[in-house]
């Protein structure tokens, strides 16, 4: 049987050499995809659930360990510098961020810049805290409708990543929630490297994979872009785009 596990678009085994910043003119379906992700604007910032807007427009999350590069993908993807904060300092984003996508009379998906978890400094309290606050989230919040996954591409997924993930295999398993793990600083790793990281990430997704499953893993850089059109093209086709009014 084919596993429903899908190739990464981006395995740099037919793409440009990792350490190559040179990135492939997008074609048009990633550059309407680049341009809808460019028009997302901050919405709302919530330490709790209970402070998020209660909406059924599809929500994409971007969670992993901090100091992955959330907040420097979002911003990449984006085109907007500071519009997730991105700092030297891990354990910086102490919210859920979110960001409006789509037309401002039509919103339609918003972006969810999570807390990175596992930062040793963080105290306990606050970690625990957190730690709930994400298992809510991926376990309950209904306009969940993606998770993109963030890993450092030296570390692949480590015993932490594999915990989140638990938490929200079943939505993933159901087709409810789709996934996209990006292994990121890949402008860090030569090509064989890469390679391995996609490989390893590969095999430890495999079983998360069922019929109804949508997952997928590439490689990224926000430092040279590598990645960045195929993420937004992704991203774009989780999300049905608003039905055209009648004139
Ligand atoms: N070389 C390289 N460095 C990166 C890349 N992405 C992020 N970084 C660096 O990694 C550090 C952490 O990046 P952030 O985007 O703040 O990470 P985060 O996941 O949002 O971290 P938290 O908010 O603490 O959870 C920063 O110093 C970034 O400049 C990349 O693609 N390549
Ligand atoms: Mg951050």
């Known amino acids: 049987m084919t596993p429903p596990f899908r190739a990464p678009a981006t395995a740099p085994a037919s793409g440009p050499s990792p350490r190559q910043s040179k ?17 997302a604007r901050f919405l709302t910032t919530a330490s709790r659930l209970d402070q998020l807007p209660v909406s059924e427009l599809p929500e994409i999350a971007f969670v992993g360990r901090s100091n992955a590069g959330k907040s420097s993908a979002i911003n990449r993807l984006t085109q907007q510098k500071r519009l997730a904060f991105a700092s030297r300092t891990p354990g910086r984003t102490q919210h859920i961020n979110l960001f409006d996508l789509g037309p401002r009379d039509a919103v339609e998906a918003r972006l969810a810049d999570l807390p990175g978890y596992g930062y040793a400094a963080v105290e306990r309290a606050a970690k625990l805290r957190w730690q ?31 915990r989140l993930l638990a938490l929200v295999a079943p939505r993933v398993a159901n087709g409810e929630v789709r996934l996209l793990v990006l292994l990121t600083k890949v402008d860090k790793l030569n090509r064989s490297e890469a390679q391995k990281a996609l490989r390893e990430a590969g095999d430890a ?5 069922t019929e109804s499953a949508d997952i997928g893993v590439t490689t990224f ?27």
């Open 23 to 39: 990135v492939a003119t997008p074609g048009p379906e990633a550059r309407a995809a680049l341009a809808w992700l460019h028009g």
């Open 132 to 162: 709930e606050v994400m298992a809510q989230y991926l376990e309950l919040r209904r306009a969940l409708h993606g998770v993109v996954l963030l890993a450092d591409a030296r570390l692949g997924l480590t015993d932490l990543d594999q």
């Open 221 to 247: 850089s926000a430092l040279s872009g590598q990645g960045v059109p195929d993420v937004a093209e992704a991203l774009r086709s989780w999300v049905p785009a608003a039905p055209a009014v009648d004139p």
């Open 205 to 209: 997704l495999a079983a998360l994979g």
